[in-house]
């Protein structure tokens, strides 16, 4: 399985639309890249978890789940870097291939060093870009009828499928 562990602010202040966006509020930033993380996930398949630096912030660690991507603000006095490292280490095992984004050079040699490779912020936006592209493209040939199904049908099995799913009598 691959896993993709995102250092949330540094997606922030990497990306142009959610830097402008924290200025004003830094929640619906976060809120923003949580809506692409669950994106990316529901088009890659790939386990998506994000951690936001709690460093400054009093209180305990805090895990959320929203779309089904796992959100991680970090215990008092841990920087988003340091928990990263850690979910790598419990993370990276023969089943998983584990990738961490991040433009944080520093981050990424330490992470290297424990057997994740390194997506960088620039790298994810354009793949997030793609992705999108991609989807558009499916939608449009699907409203537009050209839409062809992964396993090729006769066109009569086709239609008493789509009864069948809809509730009708076939």
Known sequence: MNILVVDGYNMIG?????????DKELAKARD???DWMADYQAYSGSRVIVVFDAYEVRGLQTNLKTYDVEIIFT??????????ERLVKSLKNVKNQVYVATSDFAEQRTIFGQGALRKSARELYIELKN???EIAI?????????FQPKIPLDPKVRKAFEKMRRGMKY
């Open 14 to 22: 990497a990306w142009s639309e959610l830097q402008q966006l924290k």
């Open 32 to 34: 923003l890249l949580i």
């Open 75 to 84: 215990k008092e006095r841990e920087t988003a870097d340091e928990c990263i």
């Open 131 to 133: 992705i999108e592209r």
């Open 138 to 146: 499916e939608i449009e040939e699907y409203s537009a009828g050209k």
